[in-house]
């Protein structure tokens, strides 16, 4: 191969590589930081419309199943005006998961493109199976994004019902988690899916 | 045979048909019924065979058993956030099954008729 004369890459790459003799050491690293700035408040914005209700019922999959269901619900509409939308339950808040919850949602553009569940038929038949996933994931997360809201120490034995409180102050003895007992709660149950000690 | 005799027959076997109909007409739909159960979460408090905070299912139909106003009272007792009465005495509002789509009558009715079938 003949060095005299390299190619387009390897040319870019020795440019790359040469030290500036135009441009001050500060004008570079001034010019990364601003660029540093415009790229990662970018990237966030973009992944931050990726966490909106408008954004997630873009998809029909999304709009005509369980966004129709959840929109029954109290974490839809409730007395005191505040709204958990999709992204609260099911992403992450700190950014480490976020960006690994994100990262596997781009398999779910592998089941929009092949339409996996791109009927009302098709959804119900893998209900069963997307419900136990996000159950597994909450069960795992110690229902983290539950716990973004609620928290047992929060609960008034005043103002809840006193069944309840008691189930509930049982249930942190038990080492339990919010996903053990509520479960379809801002969705329709799958039809497989039979409670415990019926 | 003679005409009224064949009127007679036919009149009866229409009525046979009729009461051979008219359950299947008002059939309980069991898995519906459960289903709305479960997503009420009306199981974390009752069993089907098995008491817990509230009574079991069988129970409750044991009370209601040849009762008139059963079905009626049942619905309200589910749908009015009436106050129900627990094992140690205390009371408090029992919780208003939701149907989807929202006071869905018929689901609720299914609901019942199940209890007090068991």
């Known amino acids: 191969m003949d060095n005299n ?20 050491l500060i004008a570079i690293a001034g010019t990364s930081f601003v660029a540093g700035i415009i790229f990662w408040g970018g990237f966030n914005t973009g992944m931050e419309m990726t966490n909106t209700l408008d954004f997630c019922v873009t998809c029909h999959e999304m709009r005509d199943n369980v966004y129709q269901e959840y929109k029954e619900t109290i974490h839809y509409t409730n007395r005191s005006g505040v709204r958990a939308v999709c992204s609260d339950c099911h992403v992450p808040k700190d950014w480490v998961h976020k960006i690994v919850r994100k990262s596997k949602a781009a398999f779910e553009i592998w089941g929009k493109i092949t339409g996996s569940i791109d009927t009302r038929e098709k959804f119900e038949a893998r209900r069963m199976t997307l419900a136990s996933h996000e159950w597994e994931r909450m069960k795992d997360s110690n229902s983290r994004e539950c716990r973004n809201c609620h928290s047992f120490d929060a609960m008034s034995p005043e103002l809840q019902k006193q069944t309840p409180y008691k189930k509930h102050m049982k249930a942190r003895e038990e080492g ?10 801002a969705h329709h149950l799958p039809k497989e899916y039979v409670e415990p000690d019926e | 045979m003679k005409k009224p005799a064949r009127s007679a ?8 048909a009729l009461l051979l109909l008219a359950p ?10 459960k289903s709305l159960a479960r997503q009420n979460n009306c199981f974390k408090c009752h ?10 299912y069988k129970k409750v139909a044991a009370k209601f058993h040849g009762k008139a106003n059963a079905e009626a009272r049942l619905i309200e007792h589910i749908t009015s956030g009436e106050k129900a009465k627990f094992p140690d005495g205390h ?12 006071k869905d009558m018929d689901q609720i009715r299914n609901l019942v008729q199940w209890i007090l079938a068991q």
């Not at chain 1, 020795?14 to 030290?19: A, C, D, G, I």
């Not at chain 1, 339990?176 to 709660?185: L, N, P, S, V």
């Not at chain 2, 299947?24 to 019924?33: F, K, P, Q, S, T």
């Open chain 1, 5 to 24: 004369n390299p190619g387009a890459f390897k040319r870019f790459w020795n440019m790359l590589k040469r030290p500036s003799a135009k441009y001050s």
């Open chain 1, 176 to 185: 339990k988690t919010c996903i053990d007992c509520h479960k379809g709660i």
């Open chain 2, 9 to 16: 027959l036919s009149a009866t076997l229409a009525c046979a």
């Open chain 2, 24 to 33: 299947a007409a008002h059939a309980v739909d069991a898995e519906a019924a």
């Open chain 2, 47 to 56: 069993a089907v065979d098995k008491d817990k905070d509230g009574p079991s």
């Open chain 2, 91 to 102: 009371e408090e509002e029992h919780k208003i099954v939701k149907t989807s789509p929202p």
